[in-house]
């Protein structure tokens, strides 16, 4: 298998344009989880899905961020519209049976800049 | 305050030294304790894994869970060049499907 799968693995915008993250999960994992990394915040949650289906939202950080999982192969992140403070490195990892006794996957990430 | 602290770092040993990593968090409901590593660019990847207290060693890397103090610990011994990356401690509690990232200790094994 080759792993969670990310793309774009870099993204350049301007401030107000919309940014599309896509995440392809490990076959067969049920969990997908949406991660941010900042040098001053560190590694947070921001959603995460059983079976496709959004089971907290609660770390997304406003009305600007979506996240949707329309099939077990594919899950995207929008932030609509973009902010220079959202720059960041986002992660997609997946996992089967959550991340209490199973292994997170991560995917190598994609580092976002807002200018 | 934070639910798991960690010290940041950067932190820069010799090879051949034994490096301590630590973290503290504050919610007693925690009992499954993990590390992760992440090479510069790259996710992070999962290193050890405990649950409640006690130790738990794989080869060079040594995991310790005080939960009384809550207080968790990696040791490596005979560090080499290539242990160089961040590690990043996690948690989380009975049932959660949450992990709670600790900011991750930078650490650089100098040859």
């Known amino acids: 298998d080759a792993g969670v799968i990310q793309s774009p693995r870099h993204e350049v915008t301007e401030m107000g344009q919309e940014v599309t993250l896509r995440c392809k999960p490990i076959s067969g994992h049920d969990y997908l989880f949406w991660y941010r990394q900042t040098m001053m915040r560190g590694l947070e949650l921001l959603i995460y899905f059983n079976n496709n289906v959004p089971i907290d939202d609660s770390g997304m950080p406003e009305d600007r961020f979506s996240a949707k999982m329309p099939n077990a192969s594919f899950s995207t992140l929008k932030i609509q519209p973009s902010e220079p403070r959202d720059s960041a490195v986002y992660f997609c990892?997946?996992?089967f049976g959550g991340g209490t006794n199973e292994k997170l996957f991560f995917g190598s990430g994609t580092q976002l800049s807002v200018l | 305050q934070k639910e798991v602290e960690q010290d940041p770092g950067p932190l820069s040993v010799p090879e051949g030294a034994i490096v301590s990593l630590n973290c503290t968090y504050s919610n007693s409901a925690f009992q499954y304790f993990m590390w992760y590593r992440q090479y510069s660019r790259k996710g992070p990847e999962l290193l050890m894994y405990t649950y409640s207290s006690g130790n738990k060693e794989d080869g060079r890397f040594t995991a310790q869970v005080d939960k009384s103090s809550k207080y968790i610990s990696l040791f490596i011994r005979d560090s080499q060049p290539s242990d160089s990356a961040t590690y990043l401690c996690a948690m989380t509690d009975q049932g959660a499907q949450k992990l709670v990232f600790g900011q991750g200790t930078r650490l650089t094994i100098n040859p």
């Open positions: 990892a997946s996992s």
